[in-house]
C-alpha cells in the first residue's frame, strides 16, 4: 500500500504543470524588459516612462521591484546582439505593456 501511495504521489508530483508567473508579475517583468531594450538602444524618454510606468501601476513590494531589475538587465544584456527597434516600435509595446499593467492592477 505504501509503495502505491508513493508512486501516485510521484506521479501527480510530475503531471501536474508548473505555473508561469502570476499576471501582474508578467506585466511588470514586460516593462522591465522593455526598459533594458530602451536603455540599451539609448531611448532615455521610452525607459522614463517604463519606470513611471512601474512606480505608479504596481505595488512597490521587494517582488515587484526584483522582477522589474531582473527583466531590465536580462533585457539590457541580450540587446547587445540584437539590432534596435524604432522608437515607434518600442513605444508601442510599451503602450501594451503598460494596457497590461493596467489590468493587473486595477485599483492603482
Sequence with gaps: MKL???ALTLL???SIPSFAADEATQAVEAIGKINGIALACQQPALSSRARN???T???KTRAYGEAFEN???AA???QGKGVCPSANELSAQ???AESALSKAFPAR
Design 71 to 73: 527583466a531590465t538587465n
Design 12 to 14: 501527480v508530483t510530475f
Design 57 to 59: 501601476g504596481a505595488p
Design 53 to 55: 510606468a512601474v512606480q
Design 76 to 78: 539590457f544584456l541580450a
Design 94 to 96: 510599451l503602450g501594451a
Design 4 to 6: 502505491l501511495l508513493s
